[in-house]
Nanobody, 125 residues
Framework: QVQLVESGGGLVQAGGSLRLSCAAS????????MGWFRQAPGKEREFVAA????????YYSDSVKGRFTISRDGAKDTVYLQMNSLNPGDTAVYYC??????????????????WGQGTQVTVSS
């Protein structure tokens, strides 16, 4: 059974940091691009960051560039999202996703084949 399981969410004060993890299991994800999306209450789900299967290429939304860092550990089939300088606007459910497709960018939700259940991140002011 293919699973993507997010962890590391929680409550943090503005200016603080969190590191999210996404553990992939059920098949080999070493050739899959991985991405993070988020959905705030009453809003559409939006792209946050993505990383190519090799880890060589990373992609970020403008709203998180310079504050968030995506990385992956191929040996563990795990992808991470280090989030620094958090602000209340980052409050959302964060989802991990995997894509088996080769694309120039991974900001489109439609290119992803597998999704996790999400982890809540709440940033207090």
């Amino acid at each position: 059974q293919v699973q993507l399981v997010e962890s590391g969410g929680g409550l943090v004060q503005a200016g603080g940091s969190l590191r999210l993890s996404c553990a992939a299991s059920g098949r080999d994800f070493s050739r899959s691009a991985m991405g993070w999306f988020r959905q705030a209450p009453g809003k559409e789900r939006e792209f946050v960051a993505a990383i190519s299967w090799s880890g060589r290429f990373t992609y970020y939304s403008d709203s998180v560039k310079g504050r968030f860092t995506i990385s992956r550990d191929g040996a563990k089939d795990t992808v991470y999202l280090q989030m620094n300088s958090l602000n209340p606007g980052d409050t959302a459910v964060y989802y991990c996703a995997a894509s088996d497709r080769i694309r120039n960018t991974y900001s489109d939700q439609g290119v992803y084949d597998y999704w996790g259940q999400g982890t809540q991140v709440t940033v207090s002011s």
